[in-house]
């Protein structure tokens, strides 16, 4: 049983080019969430998502941060016009049941570097 | 609240010995706490949760701790492995937004040989 798949697992790109973060759930998850984690620091939650729904994204970036998880394919989380402070791991989670008391199985991450 | 990017507190244990490391968290409304273990360049694995009507539970090697009075969480892990090197985090899961973790800062764990 495949886990939380994510990638690229490292990404680099120039500042003011696009991210393309891309997350495959465990095989029967319908609700996945995109956390970013600065180093040192722990994860902050960015966005939820259960298939075609944008459930909650009050932590996504109000601009050039975007996330969609369609019918069919991964999640994509998606960065218009990278800046240095876009640098981060990037997590993607997976659940069977909408969270709260559901353990969220959590990828490996994409470690975004803009240059 | 929210981290600042300081440095990761850092527990260093001798192998074998039992390891503790504390955590706080924020929110009274939280029900469901959860801590995670994240080796190097990994994402974070689950160890063990607890729910806010318990205040002990108890797994492999690890157990949690709850205390909803000063809402402070522990891991304590018996005889500590060089396997068990690795940044630990709490997470808590509020009842008005069961989905969303709130993570701590973090504690690094270092196991001495």
């Known amino acids: 049983n495949a886990g939380v798949m994510q990638n690229p697992r490292h990404l680099v790109r120039r500042r003011g080019q696009e991210a393309r973060l891309r997350c495959s759930p465990m095989?029967?998850?319908?609700?996945v969430y995109w956390y970013r984690q600065l180093p040192e620091e722990g994860l902050k939650f960015m966005v939820y998502?259960?298939?075609?729904?944008?459930?909650?994204e009050s932590g996504m970036p109000k601009e050039r941060f975007s996330a969609e998880f369609p019918k069919e394919g991964p999640s994509i989380l998606r960065i218009q016009q990278v800046v240095r402070g876009d640098s981060a791991a990037y997590f993607c989670a997976s659940s069977p049941t909408q969270g709260g008391n559901t353990e969220a199985f959590f990828g490996q991450g994409t470690r975004l570097t803009v240059v | 609240g929210e981290s600042v990017g300081l440095h990761l507190p850092t527990l260093s244990v001798q192998e074998g010995d039992n390891s503790i490391i504390n955590c706080a968290y924020s929110n009274s409304a939280s029900d469901y706490f959860i801590w995670y273990k994240q080796e190097s360049g990994k994402g974070p694995q689950f160890i063990i949760d607890i729910r806010s009507n318990m205040d002990k539970r108890q797994g492999q090697r690890v157990t949690v701790l709850l205390n909803k009075t000063v809402k402070h969480l522990s891991l304590q892990i018996a005889a500590t492995q060089p396997g068990d090197s690795a940044v630990y985090f709490c997470a808590e899961n509020q009842a008005d937004s069961s989905y969303k973790l709130i993570f701590g800062s973090g504690t690094r764990l270092l196991v001495r040989p």
């Open positions: 998502l259960q298939k075609e729904n944008i459930i909650d």
């Open positions: 095989k029967g998850h319908s609700h």
